[in-house]
């Protein structure tokens, strides 16, 4: 088998029980899976296309990390109680190709949500950093599009000035159960794509385990302390 069948979470498993001195497969689940059930009552989830077009990021690639990118796909979130609708988007990468084993695997997802009040981008909260989550309040925009640069070679974002590529849009309601089937659902936290609201005030996108603790996003965060894999040109955390 190669480093990059390993999915995300072994991979992470193993270099967070060097970090922390635990393992991540082996604990248990103290959050229940991340599925539809977990949509507010006030809230529908629903493939807008006009509305995912008109609001999705202009995103520059490098060529190398664009021959990587399958396609973005979103749904849209809106609520009967909160002020803003979510467009929620995901990119989907063939595979990530990390400086090291640990960082390396099939399959690479990453997330942008465009908050939106009275037809107006009010904020963007996106992975700045290996899926620590960073909000920008006042994103720099082409018109409705908010302008993000893919950093090479974790796709995670950091905003820009300079505007990118318009890319394809895919129907997420569609992907997003094989996702969670394909192992995302071992990684993901619970509500954080299905009730996107959550995602203004929780940290990163990690699942947490036993004791409320994730020893994903605690690796993470120190590698960022510890100025890794390019944290330097990420965005605050």
């Known amino acids: 088998m190669s480093d990059r069948e390993t999915t995300r979470r072994e991979l992470l498993a193993s270099?967070?029980?060097?970090?922390v001195g635990a393992g991540l497969a082996g604990r248990a689940r103290a959050e229940a899976p991340a599925r539809g059930d977990l949509v507010p009552s006030h809230a529908t989830i629903e493939y807008d296309e006009d509305m995912l077009l008109k609001y999705r990021p202009?995103?520059?690639?490098?060529?190398?990390?664009?021959?990587?990118?399958?396609?973005?796909?979103g749904w849209v979130a809106t609520s009967t109680a909160l002020e803003t609708d979510v467009c929620v988007y995901w990119a989907e990468y063939t595979h990530q190709e990390g400086v090291s084993e640990y960082d390396s695997h099939d399959g690479d997802h990453e997330?942008?949500?465009?908050?939106?009040?009275?037809?107006?981008?009010?904020?963007?909260?996106?992975?700045?950093?290996?899926?620590?989550?960073?909000?920008?309040?006042?994103p720099a925009l082409d018109g409705t599009h908010p302008l993000f640069r893919v950093i090479s070679p974790w796709h995670q974002y950091t905003r820009t000035d300079t505007p990118g590529r318009l890319t394809?849009?895919?129907?997420?309601?569609?992907?997003?159960?094989?996702?969670?089937?394909?192992?995302?659902?071992?990684?993901?936290?619970?509500?954080?794509?299905?009730?996107?609201?959550?995602?203004?005030?929780?940290?990163?996108?990690?699942?947490?385990?036993?004791?409320?603790?994730?020893?994903?996003?605690?690796?993470?965060?120190?590698?960022?302390?510890?100025?890794?894999?390019?944290?330097?040109?990420?965005?605050?955390?």
């Open 15 to 19: 270099a967070g029980a060097v970090a």
């Open 58 to 73: 202009r995103l520059q690639f490098s060529a190398d990390e664009y021959s990587k990118f399958l396609n973005l796909y």
């Open 111 to 138: 997330p942008i949500y465009v908050f939106v009040r009275d037809g107006t981008v009010d904020k963007v909260v996106y992975s700045a950093y290996h899926w620590l989550r960073a909000t920008s309040y006042a």
């Open 168 to 237: 394809t849009i895919g129907d997420l309601t569609q992907v997003f159960d094989q996702w969670l089937e394909g192992g995302l659902e071992e990684s993901i936290a619970p509500g954080a794509v299905v009730n996107p609201w959550i995602m203004a005030r929780r940290p990163h996108w990690w699942r947490r385990g036993t004791f409320g603790l994730s020893w994903d996003a605690m690796y993470v965060e120190l590698l960022y302390t510890l100025g890794a894999h390019k944290a330097g040109d990420s965005d605050n955390i």
